[in-house]
């Protein structure tokens, strides 16, 4: 049976935002990064791995049934994993209104346990924006992202959640949507 790599997430779709996002991206070009596509730079939910047809139609009818409104969410802070001293995931956080992302997460979260995927820890609502491949100029790395902490990147207005299916290539992956479902 064929398999399909998958994942759920929010888009961000407003293209102001994603222009502050790319722009601070270009500020941190002297650090060996290797940078989130602008198409493909997201909220992920749940990273399902490779799943099945039947389980992709569970995920879906979980999809539809999920209650909640469009919100707004604040972008306004950077962050790192695992911490600023060794930095390996660069990300943009949601200040603002995370807690209505963390609340529609929780809506899902346990039925994807109840669909056999392991139990997550707490969500915190991030989107990669790159990932550190070496300690390249990593002092001043750290200054940047201190200094851009607390920025501002805008508001973001959330009107649906996706499911998508992700292929890798050598230029990086390719998401394509399978199911989104608007609030």
């Given amino acids: 049976m064929e398999k399909i790599r998958s994942f759920m997430c929010i888009e961000i779709k407003d293209q102001s935002i994603l222009d502050k996002i790319i722009n601070f991206q270009n500020d941190l070009k002297f650090a060996n990064i290797k940078f989130v596509e602008r198409e493909n730079i997201h909220f992920t939910f749940k990273f399902f791995g490779d799943i099945t047809k039947p389980i992709i139609d569970k995920i879906i009818s979980l999809m539809e049934n999920v209650e909640g409104e469009p919100f707004k969410v604040s972008l306004e802070k950077v962050g790192v994993f695992p911490k600023l001293q060794f930095p390996r995931v660069i990300w943009v956080g949601a200040s603002e209104g995370a807690e209505k992302m963390i609340q529609l997460y929780n809506q899902l ?29 990593k002092a001043q790395l750290i200054k940047k992202i201190t200094e ?4 501002k990147f805008g508001i973001m207005d959330i009107k649906s959640f996706q499911l998508k299916k992700s292929v890798l290539t050598r230029k990086g992956p390719i998401y394509t949507i399978i199911k989104e479902t608007f609030l």
């Fill in 109 to 137: 979260n346990p039925n994807f346990v109840k669909l056999g995927f392991k139990k997550e820890r707490p969500y915190s609502p991030h989107a990669t924006i790159g990932r550190v491949r070496s300690g390249k100029n």
């Fill in 148 to 151: 851009f902490k607390d920025f």
